[in-house]
Each structure stands twice: as structure tokens, then as C-alpha cells.
């Protein structure tokens, strides 16, 4: 070979040979330099695992601080079908499998097992073909978990989705007790399988009374937009003060080994998760169980499935119970959807006669009218122009605590013109209604009023009807004259508390407005507690060592197709006690009774409610008889 020609090969190939080696140097810089701290990302994604930590959930009590919702420790167990199919791990569970069948194997200390194990599934690798491993070693785990998860063989194997290889995750079982738990997570360690399944722990809501207060209390449920599914409040107070109870997730980050397995003692970062605090309501769940009580007991007497009680402290607003129905279990929410709806904050009902506070009391409040002052309520009709107003019997002539007391509505439409239009709807709306009372409910009615200026609309307004309300705006109105005449808004919230019992936002009474004075307060009271007596309409809500105050009210259900269903009724009862300085307000709706065993009119049916309610409720508070036992049953018959 020329040497000249030898000279050039030689240049050509150290050329070629420096070439890739500057390209190679160039690669390895771009990778390790300027590249470097994405494929240290990467590397993190692979090796580096976020596991959450859950937030434990805030619960819910009474103001007694008895408890009403509470978390259940819960897991969940699923399948990483990754994990199920590796080799080495499949092999260590065979060989767990078969070693644990020989005699020596109780012989055998932990390290002498682990030794043993090893050894066979390298053996079990060279001798069997990893197809073969991988369906044994699932045939071992369906043989070994069926029994404990109560599943057959069949429906296990069905449940881990072998043949889905585009989901490679799988939950077997959703709802797993603290317990069971622990014995599946010993028994997949025990066999050398605990790799091949994740057991996240989780909380499952608890409510203590689940019938009791469902509408106010709410329910929790999955946010499955989010991957995380966290867990939400949907409903009630639970969704209301979410924020305050649903606290934040943390997180720990641990290194792991292509086998899933913690390569590090110690996690590389973690935070801790910051639980939910409680909520105190001011429902006191004696008093709420008396109320859910005396309701169906009611509702089946009367031949109902709609109806409310609330009894609120008229002082500070605070409600006390408040049971409606129709109703549904918390845990199961069977019937949600067809009973979710609360009768006492988004029902509308003409009041009848319980509105007759409104006016007495404005032309009462005006100095137009005193308890005596006499009122013309002709004989039974009235009948000027358009106006038509019909009583139920012919009075005459009655005083104003007479009106009240025989719920005349001449009577009540004589005062409400002596008031006049505009006071009239100036005192209703001072009294709360046509505007929602802000109680922290989702879904409260604000009710219908109309001044449509129609004296035919005047007249029945003044006698409740052509206007309606809700059960809680009813409660909200008598509190006014129970406390000496201040509108208060109602409250369910009493405060939020950390785990220790410290008060980290308290929940203030709220007054709304002053409606009317003090002296007519009082003037109101002693006149509606006439009601409540022998000669009254709502005899029946007479309560033994108490005076107690209050109105009946009867009206003819709304046709939703216009006019109204003949022979079909709502009636309520709206009271106070004692009646000199309640302690409560109580008010007893009942939706369309069918019995025919009484009348069908407020004092027959919802004042007896509300009288063994007061009565119930008076021993639980601890009040005081103030007038002897009252030995006469009072009569029964009554009326409005």
C-alpha cells in the first residue's frame, strides 16, 4: 500500500473517530447540563411517589355538644395489576406459597423463611416460564383473598378485570371496616402478596340520628370531577360549612423501587394534613327527638305525610329543633330524591288565621286600638262592594281579645281597615314575611306577598289568606311578640371549635329589626293567650301548670291548577310559653289531615301537637309550673 494513501486512511478514521466522540461529548453535556433538570423531573415522576394523607373530616354537634355526625375510619382496597404481573414478585409469592406447605415451615425463624423464599423463587425463574408464574401466582391470590372478601373465586377474578389491559387499576372493594382491613393487609403480607394491592384509608360520614333533623343536617358525598374524590359537602349544613370542616389533604413523598417497594427509611418530604373543625348548632337533639316524635305521632293520628313543628328560643333566635316531614335516612338516603324537600323553610301555605297577629298588633302598635276596644263583626257575613268576608258564627260586637280569641275575620278585617292599607303591609313586612329569613339553608322560600292595591285581596289578607308564608317566616313573626317585639333572624349555627375545644368563630344573635314597642308586646301575649283557654279556640293547646299564648289557623289548600281543592286543609297553630315570658316559640303545621275522627280545623289538630310538645319540652328545659294543675279536660270542640 502507498504510503501516502496509508497516511490518508489514517487521518480519515482518527477524523471520523474524533468527530463522534465530540458528538457524544456534545450529547452527554446537553443531557447532563443543560437538560439536566428535566430528566431530573422525570426521574423524581418515576422514583418518587406523593401519597396522600387524608384530613380527617370536622364533626357535628348539638349544643349540648352531643354528637350528631361523625367519621368511621373506612379503607378501600384495590388491585395494581403492574404489581400483580412482575415476575420477581409473583415468584416470591409461589415460592411463599409452597415453602409455607412443608413441615420445616413452622420451624423456620422470619430470617430463615426470607432466606428459604428467595432461594425457591430463583429456582421457580429458571424453571418455570413467566407466563405460566403470572397465572399461578393469580390463581394463589384469588384462591387466598376470596374467602375474606365474602367473594367467589368467579366473582373475584371478575372483579379484578384480568382482561381490561387499558386499566391497570382496580378497585375490588369500596366500603372495607377498620378491621377487615387489617386482617386482608396482614394476610397479603403474610403471603408475599401485599404489593400486588393498595389500601387506602378513608373516612365514611356517620350520622348518629339519621332520621332526626335530616333536612338541616345535609349528607356528603364524592366530588368525582376530581381524581382524588374527595369528599364534599352536597346537602344541609354539611355543604354550608363546608369550608370549615373538610380541612386540607397532606402529602408525604417517598422514594421507591421499580417494584413499588420504599427504597429510603425516611420519606423525602412530607406535610401534614390540617383536620376539619367542628360545628356546634344550636339544635338541642332532646328536644329535636320530642319534636320528630310528636310529628309522626301526629301525622299518623290525623292521617297526614306532610307537616312541620319548630320551636325556636325567641330571645336570641336560635332554633331549637325543627322536624319535617316528609323525611329520609342520612345514611342510606333512601327516598332523597322524592323527600328531600324541607317543609318548614320552602313550603308555602296560605297561614289563615295565625295571621291575624299582624294586624291587631300594627293598629294595637298605632294606639288606634287597645284589648278592649269593641269591634263590630256584624252577624256572620260581610258585605260592602267587591268585598266579601265570611265568620264563623254571628258574633256582633267582640273586643279585640275577643277577636282573637273567636278568630273572627270580620273582626280581623275591621282592624286591619282601621290600620289601613299601607300600615298594614308595612307592619307585614316588618314582621318578616315576603323576604327570606337568611337562616343557613339552601333552598328557603321567601314566600308571596302581593299589595296588589284589590280591596277583595285587602280584605283576605287581613284574615291569611291571599298571601302565603313559610312555616319558619310564622316562627320567626311570633318570636317578635314573644321577646318584646324585636324580629330576630333565626339561627341554626352556635360556633365552630377546633378538636380541642376552643371557640374559633362564635355565632351571634342577630336582630333584624324592632317591629313593634315592648307595651304592645306584652298587650299581644295577654291577648293570645285568651286564645289558649276554655272559651278559645285553641283549648286544646292548654298545657297543665302553664299559661301559654298563641293562634290557630285553618285555610282550604291552593289548587296548583287555580282555586282551591274543597274539603282539603292545611292547619298550623303558632304558640308561645309560658306565655308572660316564653321560653319557646312552637309552631305545628300539618298538610292536608284525612282524618274524619275530628274536625279538621287548627285547634282540633295542631294544638293538641303543640300541647303535648310544650309539655314534653318544659320538663327537658327544666321550666317551672307557674299555675296549678289544671284537672278539667277542656272541650273538644273547637274551631279555625
Known amino acids: 500500500m502507498n504510503p501516502a494513501t496509508f497516511n490518508n486512511r489514517c487521518v480519515f478514521t482518527c477524523s471520523i473517530f474524533v468527530i463522534g466522540l465530540s458528538v457524544l461529548s456534545a450529547r452527554l453535556i446537553y443531557l447532563q447540563v443543560l437538560r439536566a433538570k428535566d430528566y431530573a423531573e422525570k426521574s423524581n415522576r418515576v422514583s418518587v411517589r406523593k401519597e396522600t394523607l387524608k384530613a380527617v373530616r370536622g364533626c357535628i354537634v348539638d349544643t349540648n355538644s352531643q354528637l350528631i355526625a361523625r367519621n368511621i375510619p373506612r379503607a378501600r382496597m384495590a388491585l395494581d395489576k403492574n404489581l400483580l404481573r412482575d415476575i420477581r414478585l409473583a415468584t416470591l409469592s409461589l415460592a411463599n406459597r409452597e415453602l409455607r406447605e412443608t413441615a420445616e415451615w413452622a420451624l423456620w425463624d422470619k430470617k430463615t423463611r426470607n432466606g428459604k423464599i428467595k432461594k425457591r423463587a430463583a429456582q421457580i425463574k429458571n424453571d418455570v416460564a413467566p407466563e405460566e408464574i403470572v397465572e399461578k401466582h393469580i390463581a394463589n391470590v384469588i384462591q387466598t383473598f376470596a374467602r375474606p372478601l365474602g367473594?367467589?373465586?368467579?366473582?373475584?377474578?371478575?372483579?379484578?378485570?384480568?382482561?381490561?389491559?387499558?386499566?391497570?387499576?382496580?378497585?375490588?372493594r369500596k366500603d372495607l371496616a377498620e378491621d377487615e382491613a387489617d386482617n386482608l393487609k396482614e394476610l397479603a403480607s403474610d403471603r408475599s402478596i401485599v404489593h400486588a394491592f393498595v389500601f387506602e384509608e378513608l373516612q365514611r360520614r356517620w350520622y348518629v340520628m339519621p332520621k332526626n333533623a335530616a333536612h338541616i343536617i345535609g349528607f356528603v358525598g364524592q366530588d368525582f370531577a376530581d381524581t382524588s374524590e374527595l369528599v364534599i359537602g352536597r346537602a344541609g349544613l354539611e355543604k354550608v360549612m363546608d369550608s370549615y370542616m373538610s380541612g386540607r389533604d397532606g402529602y408525604v413523598r417517598n422514594h421507591r423501587d421499580k417494584y413499588d417497594l420504599l427504597a429510603v427509611a425516611k420519606p423525602q418530604k412530607m406535610v401534614p394534613p390540617r383536620h376539619g373543625l367542628n360545628v356546634q348548632l344550636t339544635l338541642d337533639m332532646g328536644i329535636q327527638s320530642i319534636l320528630e316524635e310528636e310529628l309522626d305521632?301526629?301525622?299518623?293520628?290525623?292521617?297526614?305525610?306532610?307537616?312541620?313543628?319548630?320551636?325556636?328560643?325567641?330571645?336570641?333566635?336560635?332554633?331549637?329543633?325543627?322536624?319535617?316531614?316528609?323525611?329520609?335516612?342520612?345514611?342510606?338516603?333512601k327516598n332523597i330524591q322524592k323527600n328531600g324537600y324541607d317543609y318548614a323553610t320552602q313550603a308555602i301555605y296560605e297561614p289563615g288565621s295565625t295571621f291575624k297577629i299582624i294586624a291587631t298588633a300594627g293598629a294595637m302598635d298605632q294606639g288606634i286600638i287597645s284589648p278592649s276596644t269593641q269591634i263590630y263583626c256584624h252577624y256572620g257575613r260581610y258585605r260592602k262592594g267587591s268585598v266579601r268576608v265570611p265568620d264563623h258564627h254571628p258574633y256582633g260586637k267582640l273586643s279585640v281579645e275577643q277577636v282573637l280569641a273567636k278568630s273572627s275575620n270580620i273582626g280581623s278585617y275591621q282592624i286591619a281597615l282601621q290600620l289601613g292599607r299601607p300600615k298594614f303591609f308595612n307592619y307585614l313586612y316588618k314582621f318578616g314575611f315576603g323576604k327570606k329569613t337568611n337562616i343557613k339553608m339552601a333552598g328557603e322560600s321567601a314566600g308571596v306577598v302581593r299589595n296588589t292595591g284589590n280591596p277583595t285581596d285587602f280584605s283576605r289578607n287581613a284574615y291569611g289568606y291571599a298571601v302565603s308564608v313559610t312555616p319558619l317566616q310564622v316562627a320567626c313573626a311570633y318570636s317578635a311578640i314573644a321577646n318584646g317585639g324585636t324580629l330576630m333572624e333565626p339561627k341554626l349555627l352556635k360556633s365552630v371549635m377546633a378538636n380541642n375545644g376552643a371557640i374559633i368563630k362564635r355565632y351571634e344573635p342577630v336582630p333584624v329589626r324592632r317591629?313593634?314597642?315592648?307595651?304592645?308586646?306584652?298587650?299581644?301575649?295577654?291577648?293570645?293567650?285568651?286564645?289558649?283557654?276554655?272559651?278559645?279556640?285553641?283549648?286544646?293547646?292548654?298545657?297543665?301548670?302553664?299559661?301559654?299564648?298563641?293562634?290557630?289557623?285553618?285555610?282550604?289548600?291552593?289548587?296548583?291548577?287555580g282555586g282551591y281543592l274543597q274539603g282539603r286543609y292545611t292547619v298550623s297553630f303558632a304558640g308561645m310559653m309560658p306565655a308572660e315570658k316564653p321560653a319557646f316559640v312552637c309552631v305545628v303545621v300539618v298538610d292536608d289531615p284525612q282524618t274524619d275522627e275530628v274536625k279538621r280545623y287548627g285547634g282540633t289538630i295542631a294544638a293538641p301537637i303543640f300541647s303535648k310538645v310544650a309539655t314534653r319540652v318544659a320538663k327537658h328545659m327544666g321550666l317551672k309550673p307557674t299555675e296549678p294543675k289544671n284537672t278539667s279536660q277542656p272541650l273538644a270542640h273547637t274551631s279555625n
Open 515 to 561: 317591629v313593634i314597642k315592648e307595651s304592645t308586646a306584652q298587650k299581644m301575649r295577654h291577648a293570645l293567650a285568651t286564645v289558649v283557654d276554655v272559651k278559645g279556640t285553641a283549648r286544646l293547646a292548654m298545657v297543665d301548670g302553664f299559661i301559654a299564648a298563641g293562634k290557630t289557623g285553618t285555610t282550604v289548600k291552593i289548587n296548583p291548577d
Open 297 to 333: 305521632a301526629g301525622l299518623s293520628k290525623y292521617q297526614a305525610s306532610k307537616g312541620t313543628i319548630i320551636l325556636m328560643n325567641p330571645n336570641t333566635g336560635d332554633i331549637l329543633g325543627m322536624a319535617s316531614r316528609p323525611t329520609f335516612d342520612l345514611n342510606t338516603r
Open 151 to 172: 367473594m367467589t373465586p368467579a366473582a373475584l377474578r371478575a372483579s379484578m378485570k384480568l382482561e381490561k389491559e387499558n386499566q391497570m387499576y382496580v378497585v375490588i
